[in-house]
């Protein structure tokens, strides 16, 4: 067994901040364009702004193994792609039956959670809040509000992300911004 050194790590619980953190992530429009639903507003905001960022994702540089617990932040800007919120990509674990916890940090959000068959759950997240994602249900997050939601979020280090079956099916739900309100509707394009 190869022993680590214990070791910690600086959380800015406003801004998501990690440091030290391995990587950056950060995801911008075009690396998820198709996946927001209304198409004509995806090509308005690459005409009048370019290639808008939607979150960064700092990662805590932990090994994505078997006992080990990566964990990172996320902090999602405000605004929206027509009337849906910006989002996450989101995921299923590549193996199902790994869960996750999440921790509200600043801000205000959802947590969407689907199976397999569909079904669709919606968890609110605020600071404070403590959201469980249990195995098997794939998570998206969504910035219902005005400012940056940010979120803290640890898994089981064997867990691994599986990006395609989102891609390929997407949610079955939308949460999309009406009369002031985030509502939930049926996605038209879920496989
Ligand atoms: C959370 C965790 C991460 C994930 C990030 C962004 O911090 O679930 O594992 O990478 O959100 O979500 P996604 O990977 O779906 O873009
Ligand atoms: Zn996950």
Redesign the pocket.
């Known amino acids: 067994m190869e022993l680590m050194e214990p070791f910690s790590s600086t959380l800015d619980l406003q801004t998501g901040i990690l440091e030290p953190a391995s990587q950056v ?1 950060r ?1 911008r429009l075009s690396d998820m364009k198709d996946m927001y639903a209304d198409a004509d507003a995806v090509k308005r905001i690459f005409e009048q702004e370019g290639d808008r960022l939607i ?1 960064e ?1 700092y ?1 805590g540089g932990i090994p994505e193994v078997e006992g080990h617990m ?1 964990h ?3 902090t999602i800007h405000p605004g929206r792609i027509g009337d849906e919120f910006h989002m ?4 299923y674990h590549v193996k199902r039956d790994r869960a ?1 916890i ?1 921790l509200g940090l600043a801000g205000q959000g959802c947590l969407l959670l689907q199976t397999d068959d569909g079904t669709v759950r919606r968890v609110e997240m605020r600071r404070g809040i403590v959201a469980y ?1 249990p195995h098997f249900w794939a ?3 969504v910035n219902t509000g005005g400012v940056p939601f940010v ?3 640890a ?1 089981p280090g064997d867990a691994g ?1 599986d ?1 395609a079956t989102i891609e390929q099916r997407g949610f079955a739900k939308l949460l999309i911004s009406q009369y002031g309100r985030a509502v939930l509707t049926d996605n038209p394009r879920y496989k």
Not at 88 to 91: D, P, R
């Open positions: 992530l995801r979150y994702v990662v990566p990172s932040t996320t996450t990509k989101g995921h996750e999440y994602v998570h998206r997050t979120f803290f979020a898994w992300h990006y």
